[in-house]
């Protein structure tokens, strides 16, 4: 991934749809909309050897891969939900952003929750 290539297209698509956005604001939207999953799927495609290396590293270090594989979803869920919000949000619409975070926070806090329960059994069993 070339961080070039990353700002050149988030560039090109900020004027594009900034031109646009007077004469003909829905396709300014679809741009702006299409830019960003492109710019998100090159990073989430780029950042498939650094997973990968981590998996090494947690097997290395022993550590459960249901563990990474939850740590990984929640990192996902939280780059996901931002875009979203912020596609709401340059949409107009800041209460459906708002609402796109919190489904997003509630997600986590679901994922987190069987890693809450390990940290808190092992810190009971720890205890004389």
Same mark, same amino acid.
């Given at each position: 991934m070339h961080?070039? =290539?990353l700002v +050149? *297209? +988030?560039l090109t698509a900020t004027v594009l $749809? @900034? *031109?646009l956005r007077q004469h003909s604001p829905q396709f300014a939207t679809l741009i702006s909309i299409f830019a960003g999953a492109v710019l998100?799927?090159?990073v989430v495609h780029s950042l498939t050897g650094v997973v990968q290396e981590l998996r090494g590293m947690a097997t290395d270090a022993k550590i459960s =891969? @249901?563990?990474l594989t939850t740590v990984l979803k929640i990192i996902g869920i939280a780059y996901i939900v931002e875009f $979203?919000? =912020?596609v709401?949000?340059?949409a107009g619409e800041s209460a459906l952003g708002g609402r796109i975070e919190l489904a997003g926070k509630v997600g986590i806090v679901v994922l987190a929750l069987p890693i809450f329960t390990d940290v808190v059994q092992t810190i009971v069993h720890l205890l004389p």
């Amino acid at each position: 991934m070339h961080i070039f =290539q990353l700002v +050149g *297209i +988030g560039l090109t698509a900020t004027v594009l $749809a @900034t *031109i646009l956005r007077q004469h003909s604001p829905q396709f300014a939207t679809l741009i702006s909309i299409f830019a960003g999953a492109v710019l998100l799927w090159m990073v989430v495609h780029s950042l498939t050897g650094v997973v990968q290396e981590l998996r090494g590293m947690a097997t290395d270090a022993k550590i459960s =891969q @249901t563990f990474l594989t939850t740590v990984l979803k929640i990192i996902g869920i939280a780059y996901i939900v931002e875009f $979203a919000a =912020q596609v709401a949000r340059d949409a107009g619409e800041s209460a459906l952003g708002g609402r796109i975070e919190l489904a997003g926070k509630v997600g986590i806090v679901v994922l987190a929750l069987p890693i809450f329960t390990d940290v808190v059994q092992t810190i009971v069993h720890l205890l004389p």
